[in-house]
């Protein structure tokens, strides 16, 4: 199987190519829409993917978390309020250009760097992934728990500003994944004697409280922060002022270069996401730059760096999941569970069991950035001021309605919604609290694959834990999760006033 191959299995597929360019509007408004995220809209989605064939279910969500990254953008440029945390960055020299009335050509210097970026982070997803699989494939459960192990301890310390807080949210995530029945013995665990939680607890409606609910509860406090509008007076009648031209594409080139590959790096570390990438990329190029003092005035240099990073994370943060089943982010979490409601397995060897599949999503995303790209080139600002005509307090009833209905049709269980109800208070009391919503997901998500390894390591020595130190590759993923925790307590005592 190749790329080329995906192509013929995506193009043979109507409904997937349909999902597809769904997924990229979807996924650019819901970016554009201050205070939500593509996570978000994933989760509330999941359901409508079970009606799904896995490719248009895989491709559809997919391209949401593509293009909600480029979406946040657009408000950060016309409105100086970023649509996602990643486009804060981006915000810094967007909104002082388009209150100069270049506007247009803000927006189309963020368009050409996302698909940059989006495009250099599929090309290594595509051949990074392959490559590591063929790797890991040859690995037992001693060393995927010990994977599990580091992703918890490194995913816990670097998610969140506290590592204290981190490490509370990662093991209260696998608190949570515990609750059921026990898989070898088939006592009941933390059930607390409610019928309905013997089957666990289960991940879409848990995610749609924690990722939605909470952020509606989070913005319904922030109603007085209204997105505005642009002036007309701030809208350039010079045409160069609407334009990103191919002189000024190519003099941004290094600095696209150098952003994406910084962004794939940071991709491909679990727990570090788009908006590390977003403003490592900022400093780095301000940083090299001969006009640094320009910087934040209103450069487009300072709109590329930035927009080129955060959007080049998307890929590789999938290599960690296909290659070792270990999520690099919050969409790859909620991504695992999209895999496994459709039966495919992922980990080293999904290219040998699924590996049309893979490939045909591999070649959505490349559809999906060409799709985004196009809507964001010629109607960037007409979807930016389309969304500030809206007043917020008309969306969050629909998204807070969709969330019930999406809850509900999950299993047609009325629990479920008590579940997403209870998910939601949890996830705003851990956000107010400054704990990570994102490690309980993703300790959540890979807590079933840790106990299942660690288990089938047990059984299979008669050394016990002692197992794990006679494998020299375990030792070394243990390895590198302890001390990047301790150069995490290391630099946070160094940094005066860091909270630990």
Not at 233 to 258: Q, V
Not at 438 to 451: K, N, Q, R
Request: proline share 4%; with cysteine; aromatic share 12%.
């Amino acid at each position: 199987m190749n790329i080329l191959d995906g192509f013929s299995t995506l193009f043979s597929n109507g409904a997937a190519v349909g999902f597809v360019v769904l997924g990229a509007f979807i996924g650019t408004i819901f970016g554009a829409i201050p205070g939500l995220t593509a996570a978000a809209a994933i989760a509330m989605l999941v359901p409508v993917t079970y009606y799904l064939d896995p490719l248009s279910a895989l491709a559809f969500l997919y391209v949401i978390g593509k293009s909600g990254r480029y979406g946040g953008s657009i408000s950060a440029i016309l409105f100086n309020t970023p649509g996602t945390a990643s486009a804060a960055a981006t915000q810094l020299d967007g909104y002082p250009m388009a209150r100069r009335g270049q506007s247009g050509k803000a927006l189309k210097a963020a368009t050409a760097a996302s698909v940059f970026g989006d495009f250099t982070g599929e090309l290594i997803l595509i051949f990074g992934a392959v490559a590591i699989s063929s790797v890991t494939e040859k690995f037992g459960p001693p060393e995927f728990f010990a994977v599990y192990a580091m992703a918890f301890v490194v995913i816990s310390s670097v998610i969140s500003d506290s590592i204290v807080k981190g490490l509370v949210s990662t093991f209260f995530g696998i608190l949570i994944a515990t609750i059921g029945i026990d898989p070898i013995s088939g006592n009941e665990r933390l059930t607390f004697d409610v019928f309905d939680l013997q089957s666990g607890v289960v991940l879409i409606p848990m995610l749609i409280g924690m990722l939605v609910l909470s952020e509606v509860a989070i913005q319904a406090e922030n109603t007085r922060k209204k997105v505005r509008e642009a002036d007309d007076d701030t809208i350039s009648d010079n045409p160069d002022d609407h334009r990103f031209t191919l002189p000024e594409f190519i003099t941004c080139l290094p600095i696209m270069i150098r952003s994406a590959l910084t962004g794939a790096f940071i991709g491909i570390l679990p727990g570090l996401g788009s908006a590390v990438a977003a403003f490592v990329a900022y400093g780095e190029e301000k940083r090299r730059s001969k006009i640094r003092k320009k910087w934040g005035t209103g450069i487009v240099e300072g709109i590329v760096a930035p927009e080129t990073a955060n959007n080049a994370v998307s890929g590789p943060t999938m290599i960690p999941l296909l290659a070792l089943g270990v999520p690099g982010s919050t969409i790859a979490a909620i991504m695992i569970g999209v895999f496994l409601i459709h039966g495919i397995e992922v980990g080293p060897r999904i290219f040998l069991t699924s590996g049309e599949i893979v490939y045909g999503l591999f070649a959505a995303g490349l559809l999906g950035i060409a799709s985004y790209g196009l809507m964001g080139w010629f109607g960037g600002a007409f979807i930016g001021r389309m969304i500030s005509k809206i007043p917020t307090e008309k969306i969050y009833p629909y998204i807070v309605l969709t969330c019930f209905v999406s809850a509900y049709s999950a299993r047609s269980s009325v629990f479920d919604v008590i579940l997403m109800c209870a998910a939601g208070v949890v996830g705003y009391a851990m956000r107010k609290g400054g704990f990570s919503v994102g490690a309980f997901i993703i300790a959540f998500v890979l807590t079933s694959g840790a106990e299942e390894a660690l288990r089938q390591s047990l059984i299979l020595s008669d050394a016990g834990p002692f197992i794990f130190f006679e494998r020299p590759v375990a030792m070394l993923f243990f390895v590198i999760g302890f001390a990047t925790m301790a150069f995490r307590f290391w630099k946070a005592r160094q940094n005066a006033g860091a909270e630990v």
